[in-house]
């Protein structure tokens, strides 16, 4: 199989350009061309947000204060004003500790159940559709924010790292998603592993999940994503434990905290670039981490298409 | 492939026992030292709203005051002398009202909460059994509240609330001895100066500085002018004196080429439910109101507000009103685009204390050499009818002496409750207020040494004796320069301004801000004693409602001020027009509609209780 | 030629299945099944049904004070008060018009890129092109409509450029004129997510076997022709199951922006059931919590609905069901 696969690429490489040379290739080439271009300008558009911002956290306060439109460099003379009250104290590390902290933490116990609610509900037994429909409904329906506040205080979790890590660490939609990524995974490779005598954490861990992984990265991602940006549910379980605050909710404190800084005789302007600084602080570093999650991103993707 | 399994098992098992530690170390951690003393039924918390910038402290028990409070003794049951201990829950800004309804909701409450983001009235949390009954208390052990209480009778009257036809104090108010309005109408007398013209003669004005500062520069304190109104007088009074100014700022604004500048702007909704220039035309508010002779009144669709609304309709149409006032919603009103201010490209504004004088100078393009004048709201002259003219206003944004409330909840019963009301009545002592109020004198902070101060070099304290006295005999003493130069809230954070107390100047003494002078209390005055301010509700008005009131106009409430913030605008803006009877009428009858009769039955109600 | 793919076996398979069996022997069978079931039952037990008697808020004139179960019992009177109001109706249909954007222009611009993006096959250029893509996405809703303010203000680097198209220059977000809020929202859902929501279908569309492509180019097919005859259908599963979950929230989220977006001058177009209910409930006076938790309550039962119209429509149509 292996040689066949290899001689395929060769003959594929050949294939294209001939595919290439047969048609008109300057409508190819223009569609090519054009397809570039559109991605380039949505590239062009996501990115330059980002850079205005980048470009407002150096810049000199006053002065951005009367600037209009977009900037493509820093106004007036640039400083780091800005970051050097974002770094003040060590809230910001510490936040950043905690965010990491509740980032893996929920990820991986979010996990644990999404995939064992999904490999069960993927599997055909008489409760499996009310067992589907209750996952379901909690994605519609829900309690709002006093009953919850009241089920985690008996539990004793509030103001403790706990009640950041468990309640919020997933939901209905990525247990029906790990379901239908379970679901793909072909009869003949479950049977085979059944007969085998494998039981079934055997066959989930072992067999089932690696195939499902593709959609699995993606709930991850998905998860990492929520935790990173989460603030609210800090914002009511561990009000007063500053110690325990993830970094969003830092964030949203320096902010009102500098929000009025022109009511002072002398404002310090430096104030108005906080806001800017702390979109950086509080991105970058996920920006940066992306492409190293791409690649396992692909990874895990590729290794899912193999089959049979 | 069965290495990342067993890598991924490893990482759990690390996270499980990393979440087992994390939340074993996760209490809040005790920062002040004097904690030891203080006995487990003597330790109170308090809930407030919100506390001070971590910049300066991060748990409010640190605030100087506070700590100067917590190293006295005081007398507890069994009349023994105990010390007490505050923990203080602050929530994080945004969500307080969710973290006090969630306490209230679980029972989780602290001793002591603040009000203001209170969901139902005091008396529901009475009834309900989360408020005490403070009257007991207050009558035996907190005599300075009382003191002050019957020193101030109108604030008496709604210090207690109607409790089956008992007066109960059900909870306690944060007061000032002296109000000093920081905020009030602000326009820059160096346009008129300079780009118009008296009057009567049509010669041009001049004004200038006429002392100069240590430093060469012009001391702002010290402008004087030869400036005259239409009216006569070196202030503005009437709505034409207004519409003369807006004249002479359009031509500033030419002249200068601001494009993007106006005269004056306007609350986004229209109005404003404290009033501002509606009150200008008649006298009342633009909702409920009491009139002089305590008549409640409903100023939504009365001819005032017509008129008020052709006078800012023209305003807006003579291209006078900022264009773009309506897009400026979630700001308080004395800081409507306050960056437009703070780059002086606006001509009259509702502002600070210190916008006034040279306080926007920042060498600026448009403001340098600023000069800002204070002044009063306007008397209408020209809109409407005999009615609506020549009335001054009675219904008026102004501080008052009272601020927010407090309850105690019956938590507090479960610890030592006389130590606490006596801690609490400490705090309204007389001989305290300026403490309260300003912060530690020289000798407090010698006697403590706190490192709060020392940290920010207040080491001559809060406040000095200026060897001066005032009118009366007080003596002055003038606020260090430190916490006056400071960019951040400095001021705030050396005295006691976010637990409930009674602070000010007092008999004895007064602080002021030795920058100030005659210029700075004649700006003063125009904005707090021109006009008496009667036709307003205090705050504290709202728990005088008993459920069922509160019940019945809640709801008409909230639908009439919507309806009028989103129709109000058309009348300024475009396309209806307040001088077209078909839109008023329309709009009056859809406001009927909501039944606003109902509120004002019900306040009169209440109105005629109280008195 | 199309293509399988293998996902979802089909329900009619395991029906004959589970009616043959008794509860019994199935529990015999499945045992060690349902107890894999067990953490994560518990999880959705303790943290999403206990919470759900919140519910009850919805049929009572709730007080904070009272609690839940002290509350007068009302009725359908706080859903009476919330259909009654003056903007129920306008906030009603800015919902829908909303949602049916996020529906169609929101829904499918993912796609669009993602088959834009397929077609490059420049590893790296690709690479980066996406890492680009996602970041808006990670910038928080505060500052995304801080981001849309300056942007498109009157003075606003877009609002220049429509100038140049002969459009008034004016501050859109002020605009209360029909599609202009309804637009600006939509689009900037799409700046914001569309990078991140083309990954599904990036994953779907290299899952699909080169052999397809090849076999394709052999028989002379264009690029347009493999993209809708090969790509599509085979992600297709994953389209549909994503539709069928989108169309069951999109009445229910989406609409946080809205809130940091709107202004009384534009709340005719911009006006959306839960802003519409952030202002009746909390806006003057005493909270409401009931009508508030009433309102909550009225657009997940209509989520509800929803979802199980679209999860029957989508087994009519594909033979596919999410559940």
Redo the contacts between chains.
């Keep these: 199989m292996k040689a066949k696969m290899n001689t395929t690429k060769r003959e594929t490489g050949n294939l294209r350009n001939a595919g290439m040379v047969e048609n008109p290739s300057l409508i190819e080439r223009i569609v090519h061309a054009i397809i570039i271009a559109v991605l380039l300008l949505i590239a062009f558009c996501s990115f330059i947000p980002l850079w205005h911002v980048l470009m407002a956290s150096f810049s000199d306060g006053k002065v951005l204060l009367a600037h209009e439109g977009l900037l493509w460099s820093p106004v007036g003379k640039a400083s780091l004003a800005g970051y050097r009250n974002v770094f003040k104290d060590a809230s910001i590390l510490s936040g950043y500790a905690n965010t990491l902290i509740y980032v893996v933490g929920a990820t991986s116990i979010g996990m644990v159940v999404n995939i064992t609610g999904g490999y069960v509900l993927s599997r055909e037994s008489k409760l499996r559709i009310p067992l589907t429909l209750m996952i379901m409904l909690t994605v519609l329906f829900g309690g709002g924010l006093i009953p919850t506040y009241m089920v985690i205080r008996k539990l004793g979790m509030t103001g403790t790292r706990l009640s950041l890590l468990i309640p919020g660490c997933t939901n209905g939609m990525f247990v029906i998603m790990m379901m239908n990524a379970f679901r793909g995974v072909p009869e003949s490779t479950v049977e085979s592993a059944r007969i085998d005598g494998a039981g079934h954490l055997r066959t989930l861990f072992h067999i089932m999940l690696p195939q499902a992984m593709s959609l699995g990265t993606v709930i991850i991602l998905n998860t990492v994503i929520m935790q990173w940006n989460s603030w609210f549910n800090a914002s009511i379980y561990v009000t007063n434990n500053k110690n325990l605050w993830p970094l969003q909710l830092w964030i949203k404190q320096i902010l009102a905290e500098n929000e009025s800084f022109l009511i002072n005789a002398n404002p310090d302007y430096s104030r108005y670039l906080v806001q800017y600084a702390l979109i950086i602080v509080a991105t970058l570093p996920i920006l940066i981490a992306l492409p190293f999650f791409q690649e396992k991103l692909e990874k895990g993707i590729i290794g899912g298409a193999v089959k049979e | 492939m069965l290495k990342w399994r067993k890598k991924i098992a490893v990482i759990l098992v690390c996270l499980m026992c990393l979440t087992a530690a994390g939340c074993g170390g996760s209490n809040t951690d005790d920062s002040s030292g004097s904690a030891e003393k203080a006995a487990e039924n003597t330790t109170y918390s308090i809930w407030i709203a919100k506390g001070e910038s971590s910049d300066y402290y991060s748990d409010y028990k640190d605030n100087p005051v506070i700590q100067k409070y917590l190293r006295d003794t005081y007398i507890g049951k069994d009349e023994k002398e105990v010390k007490i201990d505050l923990e203080f829950l602050i929530p994080v800004a945004g969500s307080e009202k969710d973290n006090f309804n969630s306490m209230i909701a679980t029972g989780d409450y602290a001793d002591v909460m603040g009000l203001t983001v209170a969901g139902s009235s005091v008396l529901d949390l009475y009834k309900e059994g989360i408020a005490m009954d403070l009257t007991g208390y207050v009558e035996q052990y907190m005599p300075n509240y009382k003191n002050f209480l019957e020193k101030n009778p109108e604030l008496a009257l709604t210090a207690t609330v109607l409790v089956d036809g008992e007066k109960k104090y059900l909870q306690l108010f944060d007061y000032t001895l002296e109000v000093d309005d920081f905020q009030g109408l602000c326009y820059r007398r160096d346009w008129i100066v300079k780009y118009g013209k008296n009057p009567v003669t049509g010669e041009p004005f001049s004004g200038e500085c006429t002392e100069k500062n240590e430093d060469g520069t012009w001391n702002t304190n010290t402008w004087v002018d030869n400036v005259v109104f239409p009216n006569g007088g070196t202030d503005p009074v009437y709505i034409s004196d207004w519409e003369w100014m807006f004249g002479i700022f359009e031509t500033a604004l030419a002249d200068l080429d601001i494009r993007d500048g106006y005269c004056m702007t306007i609350y986004p909704s229209g109005f404003n439910n404290v009033g501002v220039l509606n009150s200008s035309f008649g006298g009342g508010g633009p909702l409920w109101y009491k009139d002089k002779d305590n008549k409640v009144a409903f100023g939504g669709n009365n001819d005032e507000m017509r008129a008020y609304l052709q006078c800012v309709n023209t305003w807006y149409q003579n291209g006078w009103i900022d264009k773009a006032f309506p897009e400026h919603t979630g700001q308080l009103l004395w800081r409507l685009d306050e960056g437009k201010i703070r780059q002086g490209k606006v001509g009259l504004w509702h502002g600070m204390s210190n916008h006034l004088f040279g306080g926007l100078d920042m060498g600026d393009e448009y403001t340098k050499d600023i000069m800002v004048f204070a002044c009063a709201y306007p008397i209408n002259d020209i809109y409407g009818g005999p009615e609506q003219q020549y009335k001054e206003p009675y219904f008026l944004y102004r501080q008052s002496q009272e601020g927010p409330s407090y309850m105690v909840t019956t938590k507090a019963l479960e610890k030592d409750t006389i130590a606490l009301f006596r801690f609490l009545d400490s705090l309204y002592a007389e001989e305290n207020a300026i403490l309260n109020g300003f912060g530690l004198s020289k000798e407090e902070y010698e006697e403590c040494q706190d490192p709060f101060y020392t940290k920010w070099g207040l080491t001559e304290g809060a406040y000095y004796d200026s060897g001066l006295k005032d009118e009366t005999g007080r003596t002055i003493y003038y606020i260090d320069p430190i916490i006056l130069n400071e960019s951040g809230a400095l001021n705030t954070a050396v005295r006691l301004n976010r637990l409930l107390n009674l602070a000010g100047s007092t008999s004895a003494g007064v602080v002021i801000d030795p920058s100030l002078t005659d210029q700075y209390r004649h700006a003063k005055n125009l904005w707090e004693k021109t006009y008496e301010n009667t036709g307003m509700f205090p705050v504290s008005f709202d728990s005088q409602l008993s459920s069922a009131q509160a019940k019945d106009t809640s709801a008409v409430r909230t639908n009439v001020e919507e309806f009028m913030q989103k129709n109000l605008v058309t009348f300024i803006k475009g396309p209806k027009d307040p001088y077209n009877d078909s839109d008023w009428q329309a709009y009056c009858n859809a406001i009927n509609k909501y039944n606003p009769d109902k509120v004002t039955q019900v306040f009169q109600e209440v109105v005629d209780m109280l008195k | 030629m199309k293509a399988k ?5 089909s329900a009619e398979k ?1 029906k004959p ?2 009616h043959k ?1 008794t ?1 019994r022997q ?1 529990f015999t ?2 045992k ?3 107890f ?6 518990i ?2 037990i ?10 009850l ?1 919805a049929f009572e004139d709730f ?6 179960f002290g509350s007068k019992w009302v009725g359908f009177d706080n859903f009476r ?1 919330l259909f009654t ?3 129920f109706l306008t906030a009603l249909r800015n919902t829908v018009c909303m949602a049916l954007l996020n529906l169609t222009i929101g829904f499918v611009m993912p796609i669009v ?1 993602a088959f ?2 397929s ?2 096959r420049t590893k790296k250029f690709k ?1 980066s ?12 809703a ?2 995304v409509v ?2 849309v303010k ?2 498109i ?5 877009i609002t ?1 450029v429509l100038t140049l198209f002969g459009l008034p220059k004016q ?1 859109w ?2 605009n209360p004129n029909i599609p202009v809020f309804w637009l600006i929202n939509c689009l900037t859902d799409v ?1 914001q997510g ?2 991140y929501g083309s ?2 279908y990036v ?1 779907a569309m ?2 699909v076997s ?2 397809y492509h ?1 076999a394709a ?2 028989d ?1 097919a ?2 347009w022709q493999r993209v809708t005859k090969i790509t599509l259908p085979c992600i297709m599963p994953t389209i549909i ?1 994503l539709f069928t ?1 989108r169309i ?2 999109v009445f ?1 989220t989406g609409f946080d922006k809205v809130l940091l977006m709107y ?3 534009t ?1 005719v177009t911009s006006d959306v059931l839960s802003t519409y209910t952030y ?2 409930a ?8 009931g009508l508030s ?1 009433a309102s ?2 009225f657009q ?1 039962v209509v ?2 609905a929803l ?1 199980l119209i679209s999860n029957k429509l989508s087994k009519k149509v594909t033979d596919k069901t ?2």
């Design positions: 793919t293998g996902k979802g076996t395991v299945y589970i069996v509860w199935d069978r499945n060690a099944l349902y894999v079931m067990l953490p994560c039952l999880y959705f303790i943290f999403n049904y206990i919470p759900m008697f919140g519910i808020m007080s904070v004070t009272k609690g839940f008060t109001g003056e903007a890129f834009l993006i077609e490059i690479r092109l996406q890492t680009v893509s996602y970041m808006p996405y990670f910038i928080a505060v500052v801080q981001l300056e942007f203000g009157t003075d606003g680097a220049a501050n977000l002020a700046w569309m990078g990954i599904m994953a290299s899952q080169g052999d090849e180019v052999l002379g264009n690029r199951m979950l069951g929230l229910v202004m009384p001058t709340y202002r009746m909390f806006g003057v006076g005493t909270p409401n919590y938790a909550g309550l997940s989520g509800m979802l999410v559940f």
